[in-house]
């Protein structure tokens, strides 16, 4: 069975602090991918980075760092220096090479404060 | 634009109607998506699409009829509303198993 699991319902921080946001993964199969995807307040769905299971190479764009570990089964998102404008729903997602099925986390809403 | 469009956004009806959501993509992707996100649910697969005329259930596919006759569509159809079935659906493409799958803007359906 695969899983995803963001412990992080909410999180609240003040303008320009950093702020880490935690995706741990279940999954038997070898070959996986996993998403973060970002929802504002206007309700899309912004893809953000894609990770496959045999790159584990950090990915840092701009303020946005992804740290993966598949010795912990996790695929961290960090934001450096917020801004307001960060404020959203981060989900973190997982499918699996073969399936159709793209399997979300349950999604961390992050507010940014001035 | 190439991208990915739904129709309507906003859809307000009563129960017992049928209802159909419409999803139209230029990217030519093979696979196509419907979700619905609730809360306390976060987003639930309803059908998917490998490629035209190739469809198969997703997670929460009971009330809900797709077809994909065309590669470009993926209309979702509910052939006879229920409140349970207020939520916003998403339909989303991708090109395989390995690539992102980008989503339309959402529809948000309210069944009376």
């Known amino acids: 069975a695969q899983k995803v699991t963001q412990a992080q319902t909410e999180i609240s921080v003040v303008e320009k602090e950093d702020v880490t946001l935690d995706c741990v993964y279940e999954t038997r199969d070898t070959t996986y991918y996993l998403f973060w995807y970002k929802q504002p307040p206007s309700g899309e769905l912004v893809f953000l980075i894609r990770r496959n299971s045999f790159d584990e190479q950090n990915e840092i764009s701009g303020r946005y760092s992804w740290n993966f570990q598949k010795s912990t089964s996790s695929f961290n998102f960090t934001i450096t220096a917020s801004q307001v404008v960060d404020s959203a729903v981060y989900f973190c997602?997982?499918?699996?090479?073969?399936?159709?099925?793209?399997?979300f986390g349950q999604g961390t809403r992050l507010t940014i404060n001035p | 634009d190439a991208g990915i469009t739904q129709s309507p956004r906003y859809k307000i009806t009563e129960t017992g109607r049928q209802v159909t959501l419409m999803c139209h993509q230029t990217?030519?992707?093979?696979?196509m998506f419907w979700y619905r996100q609730d809360l306390g649910h976060g987003l639930r697969l309803i059908y998917y699409?490998?490629?035209?005329?190739?469809?198969d259930k997703g997670e929460v596919p009971d009330g809900y009829v797709v077809s994909r006759s065309k590669t470009e569509n993926f209309p979702l159809t509910l052939e006879s509303a229920t409140r349970s079935q207020t939520s916003v659906y998403f339909c989303a493409s991708s090109e395989n198993a390995g690539q992102p799958q980008h989503f339309g803007d959402g529809t948000r359906l309210s069944i009376l």
């Open positions: 990217w030519s992707h093979s696979y």
């Open positions: 997602a997982l499918r699996s090479q073969g399936a159709q099925k793209l399997v």
């Open positions: 699409s490998a490629a035209a005329d190739i469809t």
